[in-house]
């Protein structure tokens, strides 16, 4: 069902005795809110003319002109990185990281507030090499106005989709295989603590 | 932990609940010695006497808070006054699969020698339903409502701080001027004057009790080698013999008089909710810090001192009940609830250090009782909320949580003085009340559903084919959603009605036969009024009928206006006739019907405005029917009548008893819980509906009832606590009276149905309780399982 902007104040509403004792507030995500820029701008600048706290989920890959106009009115960006390496993430992604990097210096030479989401999908992405290499990017961020890198949430791919697809009749192609082990991701989060990078494992603390 | 109490937590933990016939051995011989003309409450009087002077006494190894209400751990006497159990019931009892009792030959024997031939006939139970009209039984049979004074006292008897300051010489000295206060020209003098005798005896007799154990712990500290435990049981001795006598003086002798108390109580009578102390932490706070001063207590020693307190509540199991009691209410906790932080009756805030400790022993003892809740108010600390949060997010379902300043204004509404309110707070499961100064009577489970079912079938009750209820029209006759209303309406007076009459009928019955001296001393005013408890002595006198399936009734009326009367697009998806065929059918055959009422409807919990006000349109009509609409419904006590909206686990026999339900429920099947929405109906995440919550009302009831089930991972971290403590706040601001969280996965659940001997530890929220997970019988099990298990907060 699509909402209007005054939907979204009147959601948000609902909820305020909630983030005043919580400090929260909206998220968008997606699929890519970017790709609504001009929704997600509209509705951001109005949440903050109501004195909501706003946030939002992307992967990055959008024009730089439609992070700049969402950015004005974002209090967080919740930003994903995939690959380091272009060539990789052209092949599991489908397209370059080259506008996604150039978005998320943007942001920091802004000073935005960002949190950086790393997916962690073994057989996938969770070489050493991709760790270290994205752990090295984060560091050399060097966000406006702050003395460390931004934070990261490692985010261990889950398989909790597994049972609506097959009550959908469709095939779910991820093996067992693609779900973490523990002791591998404490080793990915001790490798980006070694860059002076705050680092969680899981998104939802 | 210390080993001492590691010790003494595994034997309670191991201990079978027993049944022992000694109380009633000594009741019933008291009882048959005395002359007919003996007066009510000096025979009570004489009853509470001889068990103090007569039963068995125990202390433990390792105890040195001691006292037991039978001869030993998890033993419970029975009280054959009020239910004589047949052999037959002890034979069950023993036999049954889920809460059963050890009772063994001896104890069958003595019941059918001695027990039963005296008292079959003469129960309160007995003379109840010998002398109950058809109508009312119909009602019952039916399922329409239970009755909480046919096998046990009315109960909610929690006490405010007058025991730390009072000994029983100085209420006896209130005693002796209260009698001789009374005037020549008052008609009940002579009454009176038989109460306060009694009050005096019941002084007398605790105090006896308590030297028989400090007798016991000085001959047991003769015979004991170990010089440490000598010490201690010198200082139970010297404790035993200064408390209940005479008031506290240090934080043990504040504990044991406590627990003395508590003990008179529940062996005096067997209460709902036995008997809780109500703001323990503020109680003991003074004598703690003394103590701690005057260097004569550590932190680590009153944390054990608590421990074993703890340890003896959870000693005493429930008396055994029977039939129908038992099944809206089948469990061994016997629903003492302690309340913590909260307000000082000068409103500043109530927490201490022994708040904290109180809530590490919770956590580290994981018994089924005491259960313990927080009082939530606006000066509450952060600190002190996530505290308690993060103990309740580790999934016992303890503590739950309360918003005090709703619990306070509630019932400054009521008529209390604004210190009294705040004194109060809750027992039982979710029940506001004024500790030490109010007899808040519980009397029965309503079912609302079984009422709408009576409404769609003229009065009859299409499971049994009886008439049950009033004529209220046939469905062909109704035509608007108004008329569904009305009938259901018309349904609920007539109900209450008959609910009402004969409650006043066992009020006047336990008034006359089976007053309470011992309780009255604990309870203001009742010595300087020379009238007991059960006599409305109380400065506040409250009657509550428990309103069950507020969820069920709103989706089923949302149903029935949405689908059937065209409310919200104008037409009608099917006919009242089509809906009725559907329900008899138990919704077979009827798959888009059902579809359309479960998935087309506005339903509460949801944060929608359509069906939260059709919510709180059944809420205001519960309440204004029990209240009474024209006048004031009063008790026999003179008490007003309200509404209370907890279920405890009556919705599942409820359930059992209610056909097919317009809102897609199976026959059967449990109704929705409390205040809670139905299972399966709120889908729109936690806040949603705790905002379809805060549409009610609440502080018009005696409380209401809101279950959210999470997931380990929800709570997880260290911000875990801080989000729930937030989430307490953002409800309790609308208003909101209650919420407790049960924090376990489906997935373990489901393997402790399969393997219960791996998962006996497994505490989780009921209703307004928490048990052990495997004691639960499978219904119960499926149900918390099928509750709404919110992913993230």
Redesign the interface.
Known sequence: MPLDVDDVIRIAE??D????????GITFTGGEPLAQSAFVESATRALHEHGFRTAVDTSGYAPMESMLRVAAHTDLFLYDLKYISDDIHREICGVSNTTIHANIHTLASLGADVIISVPYIPGYNDSDDNMTATAGFVAALKPAGRSRPYPVRILPYHDAARAKYERRGQVYRCADACIPQTDRLEHTAALFRTYDIDT?I?G?? | MTSGIARLRSQSFEAKPRVSAERALIVTEVYQKSPASTPAPILRAMAFQALCERKTIYIGDDECIVGARASGPKITPTYPELTCHSVEDLQILRSRPMTSYDVDDATIETYRTTIIPYWRGRSIRDRAFAAMPAAWLALYEAGVFTEFMEQRAAGHTALDGKLYRKGLRAIQADIALARKSLQASDARREAKEHELDAMRIACDSAITFARRHAEMAESMAARESNPDRVRELQLIAETCRRVPAEAPRTFQEALQAYWFVHLGTITELNGWDSMSPGHLDQHLAPFYERDIRDGRLTRDKAKELMSMFWIQVNNTPAPPKVGVTAAESGTYNDFTNINLGGLTPDGRDGSSEVTLIILEVLDELRLLQPQANLQVASCTPDRILEAASAVARNGMGYPSFFNADEVTLAQVVAGKRLKDAREGGTSGCIETGCFGKEAYILHGYLNGPKLLELALNDGIDPLTGTRVGPSTGLVGTFTSFEDVFAAWKAQLSYAVDWKVKIDGYLDELYGTTTPAPFLSLYIDDCVARGLDYYRGGARYNTDYIQCVGLGTVTDSFSVLATQVFGSGNGTSAMSLAELRGALSDNWRGHDLLKALARNRTPLFGNDDVTADALAKRVFDTFITVIEGEDAPRLSGRGAPYRANFLSTTCHVYFGTKTGATPDGRLAGSPLSDGTSPSQGSDTHGPTAVMNSLGRLDQARTGGTLLNQRFTPAALAGDSGPRKLGALIRGYFKQGGHHVQFNVVDAATLEAAKKKPEDYRNLLVRVAGYSDYFVDLDEKHQNEIISRTANEAV
């Open positions: 609902s909820d005795m909630f983030f005043d004792s919580s400090d929260g969680t899981g939802l603390s």
